[in-house]
């Protein structure tokens, strides 16, 4: 008896904002999963915890990203955070002020 498991698929490209659906092709052509999750996590507050591990390496034994992912990734980084809170619970503290 074999057990089948589903797994989430990443939502396509094109359902991404258009100015960041060319850096995750760059990033899918070069990371594939990376690029998955970031396209799964979209919209959420887990995908700037998601960008900050794997754009700040605090474990010093990583070679890095090639330029172009890199580039990509801070651009993702940039518009997403424009776009969604980093944290739900800093602006639940800022609620009262509107």
Not at 12 to 38: F, M, T
Not at 44 to 59: A, E, G, T
Request: proline share 9%.
């Amino acid at each position: 008896m074999a057990i089948k498991i589903a797994t989430p698929k990443a939502p396509p490209v094109e359902a991404l904002p258009p100015v960041i659906q060319s850096d995750v092709l760059i990033i899918r052509a070069h990371y594939p999963n990376i690029g998955n999750k970031i396209a799964a996590l979209w919209g959420s507050v887990q995908l700037h915890k998601y960008l900050n591990q794997i754009i700040i390496d605090d474990r010093g034994d990583r070679q890095g990203f090639p330029q172009p992912v890199v580039s990509a990734l801070l651009r993702i980084f940039q518009h997403h955070s424009s776009v969604a809170p980093a944290d739900a619970a800093m602006d639940a503290t800022w609620d009262h002020a509107k």
